[in-house]
């Protein structure tokens, strides 16, 4: 079983790859083969919207790192996803990502019935992470990936999502930050429900 991670941050190493590999490692601990890629490590150039990926599966763009990623996820049984909040959207370098794997998509849905998830993090409380995480999940299921929250069905209650935050609380006037989203123990909880989640249904999805 592999699960790879797609890291949108334009800060490699940083809050979102952190979340990631706290996903990563529960998939890990429980046998999944992982890799976390860095989209800064690669060159990928904008979609020119040239429309050619409609009458076959292939991008016209041949000179850049686009193929070499896309093979990867076509190898992946999970995808998973991860954005810091940019103006309550996703990163730049994600949605370039997104728009890139179109010819994965436009003839055949290569990536159809692989496993897919999410996750974000933002400075503010309420910065916008639910608004990312759609965005990734939408474009996850538009590639008819199936897609799994952080929901755990045995209980205890978590947040539907990983929406990591900055923010601690307001004292004394002034805004009180913690250093890294990993801070947040809540936020960690369900980094790990999420890598529990994404091995449980490849798991169901390869014993079918
Ligand atoms: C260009 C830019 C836009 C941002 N927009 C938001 C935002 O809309 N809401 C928010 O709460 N934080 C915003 N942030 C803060 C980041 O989401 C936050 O610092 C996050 O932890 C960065 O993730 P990283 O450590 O992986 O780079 C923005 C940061 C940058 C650089």
Redesign the pocket.
Known sequence: MKIIAI?G???KG??????LNVVLGEAASLGAATELLELTDYNITLCKSCNKCLGKIQCSITDDDMAALGEKLLAADGILL????????V?TLMKNFMDRTRYLHMGKNMLAGKAGAAV??????????EWALQIMEYFLKAQSLLVVDTRNPEGPIMDAGVA????VELKDGKMVFRRN?TDDELTVASCKQLGRNMVNLITKLSTK
């Open positions: 890291n941050s334009h800060r940083k809050n979102t790859a952190a979340l991860g954005s810091p909040v940019y103006w309550a959207n990163s974000t993090n933002a400075g503010l409380r309420h910065g916008g992470q990591g935050s900055l923010v989203a």
